[in-house]
């Protein structure tokens, strides 16, 4: 499996290519990614999104904020990166393995679609050892499905789940299904 | 129910504050300018430290309290001139020079690595002082001439003992290495001996004499 | 503890990292390519990310408290009681601290419920710049009716973003903050009206004092009637803390102005001035 990255010299932020790749290099490994990953970063927005294509290669657009330090404004985080690498890799995981067929686009997501599965991808990085925030996740999902018990056993239920399929993960989201296989 | 108009003891039988008291109008007036004057210090020294210490629990309770001593400083602003003080100004003084550089000394510490001393000064030294001269004014002065002193005293005082419980459990939980608490009682220490120069908030006689 | 404090050596804990305006506002990326991009800036939970939005948000009000504590605070130590500020002037300050220490307790709380730790965003330290004027009328122009104004204008905004997402901590607390804070405007206006008004000059200074926090507090065009602004000017809460209708139309003007500006600002960066590159 082979990681490029570009550009190879940033001039608005202060980034590091090979660094980069390493730190994708690694959460490729950890997430269980078979083919060549490609990161383009767009230096020229502060702003965090990540864009997917799928092919014989993964490609990666990435904003920059999305791997920026939030404490250092333009400084790369390395934590940030990985994370941020970690969501995307593993969306890109339930695509190609199959059971996510039905899902929309990215661009189509709705935002509690969107909520539900960063959720299924949160948990299953904290398993893996990274570094995640849940009460983040958790406000996230409240926000799109709303602020009560329900909504946070339902969210407990998405985060502790493992190998679901799009259908599977939107029973959980809107309750309709209860039985989830324990990590 | 009883007859309205039998007569009654205008003190009840539970009721047993007495008249007499330690202190005369001037001298109520007295200690109470210097109340206020040392409750100023006080709640100015506070809000001044809050930039300087980088504990954010630190900060906050200096913040807090900060404003308890402005409001006891307010409550003895508004009790002078009830004292037949029309020119509050005039008895808001230090009790004498030691009293000055006593403050001058609790004062001095800025650094952020000084917050234990910040602390001490004000949670171990001012305040159990202020404690002790204000429950000695509350216990000697007179129940009844002198009830407003005594109103204000128990809220001061209320506020006193819980802000001293505060900063002394931001002490302890401070204090890691007998290095810094040696730091800390030597500051007590040098503290200390200060205010005993001064004689107390009020100076000499603030908590009456032994003999 | 010497008389006014630098706002280069505001104490924090390790896990703050402080910024300065300037290099707030060197970022380039905030100018490249902005046509392509979504016209609103407005927080509001429709945004895909709304929620880290409204996070770093609340970092903000969370450290902008810390400062504000820190403003306060000072103002009962820099001055003299009686010949350089009067003894009732610092209770309302003292007062103002134990506010402003409310607020940091309620935004920790704030921050924890949403998901965000203690430093996790970079420190602007502008706010307790606007605090160290050596003038007491100055400062309480600066701080209590241009910071403690923005406040209420970010205030609302978050109280009208818990409110349409249905978070029921953060509309509540917002809303108690809210009344502090419209206080601490009028307790600003009401005390620069008393301390200059037999002084003309002092007055019109601290006003042209005021008017250069309030563009500086406008962050840029952060906070303005422009949908380009996340944060948007409240007006009625403004009326409420003693504003004219006419101050509030010049905030809204400057505001405006500040955006653009800021725009330049970025721009020059771009091209190569190295005193706005923020490494």
């Not at chain 3, 420190?123 to 004027?133: H, I, Q, R």
Request: net charge negative; with cysteine; charged share 30%.
């Amino acid at each position: 499996m082979t990681v490029t990255v570009t550009p190879e010299e940033f001039r608005f932020v202060h980034f590091d290519a090979a660094q980069t790749a390493r730190i994708a290099d690694d959460v490729a490994r950890l997430t269980g990614i078979d083919r060549p990953v490609q990161v383009e970063i767009d230096e020229t927005t502060p702003l965090s999104r990540v864009r997917i294509d799928l092919g014989d290669t993964i490609v990666l657009h990435v904003e920059s904020g999305a791997f920026e330090d939030t404490k250092r404004p333009r400084h790369q985080s390395e934590t940030a990166t990985a994370a941020s690498l970690a969501r995307c890799l593993l969306k890109a995981r339930d695509r190609l393995e199959g059971g996510f067929g039905e899902a929309p686009t990215d661009d189509d997501l709705t935002l509690q679609q969107a909520a539900a599965w960063d959720t299924y991808c949160a948990g299953r990085m904290a398993r893996l050892g990274l570094t995640v925030n849940q009460q983040r996740f958790r406000y996230n999902f409240r926000n799109r499905f709303g602020f009560t018990d329900q909504v946070d056993t339902r969210f407990e239920r998405v985060w502790a789940a493992d190998a679901l399929t799009w259908g599977e993960l939107q029973s959980l989201t809107s309750g309709e299904s209860m039985v989830v296989d324990a990590p | 129910m009883a007859d309205p108009f039998k007569p009654r003891a205008p003190f009840a039988p539970w009721d047993r504050r007495q008249l007499p008291g330690l202190f005369d109008v001037e001298e109520t007036a007295r200690r109470v300018g210097h109340y206020k004057w040392a409750e100023m210090k006080l709640f100015e020294a506070l809000g001044g430290w809050v930039a300087t210490v980088p504990e954010l629990d630190v900060k906050m309770r200096l913040g807090t309290h900060c404003y308890h001593h402005a409001w006891h400083a307010e409550l003895w602003h508004k009790r002078l001139p009830e004292l037949r003080e029309m020119n509050p100004d005039r008895l808001t003084v230090p009790p004498n020079d030691a009293m000055v550089r006593f403050v001058e000394a609790m004062t001095e510490p800025e650094a952020p690595e000084q917050t234990i001393e910040k602390l001490v000064g004000v949670y171990r030294v001012f305040i159990p002082h202020f404690i002790a001269a204000y429950t000695f004014h509350r216990n000697n002065t007179s129940e009844i001439t002198d009830a407003p002193t005594i109103r204000s005293l128990n809220f001061a005082l209320q506020d006193e003992v819980a802000d001293w419980t505060d900063g002394e459990m931001l002490i302890q939980s401070l204090l890691d290495t007998p290095e810094e608490v040696q730091r800390a009682a030597a500051h007590q220490a040098r503290l200390e001996t200060l205010m005993l120069e001064a004689g107390g908030i009020a100076g000499p006689g603030t908590i009456g004499g032994m003999e | 503890m010497r008389k006014f404090f630098p706002v280069e050596e505001l104490a924090r804990d390790q896990r703050f990292e402080q910024i300065t305006m300037r290099q707030a506002q060197a970022d380039p990326r905030t100018v490249l390519n902005a046509e392509s991009r979504n016209k609103t800036n407005r927080l509001t939970p429709d945004r895909a990310d709304a929620s880290d939005r409204a996070r770093g948000l609340m970092h903000g009000i969370f450290v902008g408290e810390i400062q504000a504590l820190e403003g306060a605070g000072r103002t009962c130590w820099d001055f003299e009681t009686g010949t350089e500020a009067p003894f009732a002037l610092k209770l309302d300050m003292a007062r103002q601290a134990w506010d402003e220490a409310r607020h940091v307790e309620i935004s920790v709380k704030l921050s924890d419920w949403m998901g965000t730790e203690i430093g996790q965003f970079a420190e602007n330290t502008v706010l307790f710049e606007a605090a160290c004027s050596n003038d007491p009328v100055l400062r309480l122009a600066g701080v209590n009716r241009a910071l403690e104004g923005l406040a209420i204008d970010v205030f609302t905004t978050m109280k009208e973003f818990g409110d349409l997402a249905g978070d029921p901590f953060l509309e509540f607390c917002e809303d108690w903050m809210l009344a502090d804070e419209v206080t601490h405007v009028k307790m600003g206006s009401d005390w620069l009206r008393r301390i200059t008004e037999n002084d003309a000059e002092r007055r019109k200074k601290a006003l042209e004092f005021q008017q250069v926090v309030d563009k500086l507090f406008s962050f840029g065009g952060t906070r303005s009637d422009s949908k380009e602004s996340p944060i948007g000017l409240a007006r009625r809460f403004r009326e409420l803390a003693g504003f004219t209708d006419t101050e509030v139309e010049d905030i809204a003007e400057m505001s405006l102005k500040a955006l653009e500006e800021r725009k330049a600002f970025a721009a020059a960066a771009l091209a190569g001035d190295t005193t706005a590159d923020p490494a």
